[in-house]
């Protein structure tokens, strides 16, 4: 799978948005943009994914860049509970057997 | 609609028993797959299995780890002589169908303590 950068840390304030930024330039046009998040002793969590559009889902909004080079996860009000990692992944689209390979991630702080 | 369930939530082994590590997937998901995280590391992929057929193990040990994914019954993830470094946590997802249009979900993990 492509590579992806994200920020080792970041914070914000209880109930203000939140903009975690992934930059993927070796991104290929059938790359899907995965998100997932752990919270502290649990098992990953699935946030969100996109290809080219922008997505929204209950959790979460997807912004994904024009170029598709970078994308930013946006969380509209965060919540103490938003205290996570999230991980940023590029899964191909091509081929039978994909796992999905995560990095070191951005660690988000959420400050009362 | 339970999740992906995984048992025991907590595993203590001595150095040089087996581990046995169990996951049900979700109702309906036919793909099953492993991860192992280390202390303060990341989630590194061990397995991805198929029911009754490894698909891909690039990430399994060599020696002392074995899984399956049977017809019937939960997937297992089996090691044998238990040593300090396998002290981990060990995750399994499973998913719908292959992972472009499907997210993973994730059981809470094992906990494995090697003394």
């Known amino acids: 799978d492509a590579k992806t950068t994200q920020p080792n840390s970041m914070e914000s304030n209880e109930e203000e948005p939140v903009h975690l930024p992934c930059n993927h330039s070796?991104?290929?046009?059938?790359?899907?943009i995965h998100w997932y998040r752990q919270l502290p002793s649990q098992g990953p969590e699935y946030v969100i994914h996109?290809?080219?559009s922008n997505v929204n889902n209950r959790m979460a909004s997807l912004a994904i860049a024009e170029d598709r080079k970078s994308s930013t996860l946006i969380l509209h009000r965060a919540t103490l509970r938003d205290a996570a990692v999230y991980y940023c992944i590029l899964l191909i689209s091509s081929g039978s057997a994909r796992q999905l390979t995560f990095g070191s991630g951005t660690q988000l702080t959420v400050l009362p | 609609n339970a999740g992906v369930m995984q048992n025991p939530r907590h595993l203590v082994r001595r150095r040089g028993q087996e581990a046995r590590l169990r996951c049900s997937p979700m109702k309906g998901h036919s793909h099953v797959y492993w991860y192992r995280q280390l202390p303060e590391e990341g989630l590194k992929f061990m397995v991805y299995l198929q029911k009754e057929n490894i698909i891909d193990e690039s990430g399994m040990p060599k020696e002392r780890f074995s899984a399956e994914f049977p017809k019937e019954g939960p997937s297992i993830l089996r090691i044998q002589q238990v040593v300090r470094g396998d002290s981990a946590a060990y995750f399994c997802?499973?998913?719908?169908?292959?992972?472009?249009?499907?997210?993973?979900?994730f059981g809470s993990g094992t906990r494995l303590t090697v003394v």
């Open positions: 996109g290809l080219t």
């Open positions: 997802a499973s998913s719908a169908g292959v992972l472009t249009n499907y997210g993973y979900t």
């Open positions: 070796t991104i290929s046009g059938t790359d899907y």
